[in-house]
């Protein structure tokens, strides 16, 4: 993607509009994409990313999945969040582990996690000379639940030893009472 800014003259000497290009380049070497694994209800997840040559100053930072369409996760201009662009789904929910981005740090917190989560995720930024960062693909799954017949069988279990235990305390208690005096 490329953001365009310019200059055009339409009187000599009086500028009327101003374009400048920046790249917006994807922030991830390929070899470099990560897996992380997350479960619904979860209460945050981190997504890493690091902008090298950190002494670059970040004008356009970036968090998209490309299933968003026009939209952002999260999208930070000049230090200040955007929510005009951001994807409804990710409002309220997502924030910078450093909003300052100190050490090239563009790490994004995404709250309350979701099945609707899952995808691919790209960190890229917009600078002179930009580079590519990272990307991130994010699996929302559910939690292991034992097999339901090991859950049954243990509890018929403990059913079959609480039954005869108190069957033997109420013989014992009946050959007692029987008892001759």
């Not at 209460?43 to 968090?63: F, M, Y």
């Not at 639940?145 to 235990?165: A, H, Q, R, T």
Request: with cysteine; glycine share 4%.
């Amino acid at each position: 993607q490329v953001l365009v800014c310019g200059c055009t003259h339409v009187l000599p000497g009086v500028v009327s509009r101003c374009i400048l290009t920046f790249n917006l380049s994807v922030l991830f070497p390929l070899s470099d994409q990560k897996n992380i694994t997350a479960t619904p209800g979860q209460k945050s997840v981190t997504l890493p990313c690091r902008a090298p040559n950190n002494n670059n100053n970040i004008v356009v930072l970036e968090w998209s999945r490309a299933d968003l369409g026009e939209k952002y996760v999260l999208l930070s201009r000049d230090e200040q969040l955007d929510p005009e662009n951001q994807h409804p789904s990710f409002k309220n929910r997502v924030e910078l582990l450093d909003r300052q981005m100190k050490d090239g740090d563009v790490s994004l917190i995404l709250k309350d996690v979701t099945t609707t989560d899952n995808g691919t995720y790209e960190c890229r930024r917009a600078v002179l000379d930009g580079d590519p960062i990272s990307s991130i693909t994010l699996s929302v799954v559910d939690p292991p639940v034992l097999p339901k017949g090991k859950s049954v069988g243990l509890k018929v279990v403990i059913v079959l030893f609480l039954v005869s235990f108190l069957r033997e305390k109420k013989n014992a208690q009946h050959k007692y009472s029987q008892a001759p005096r």
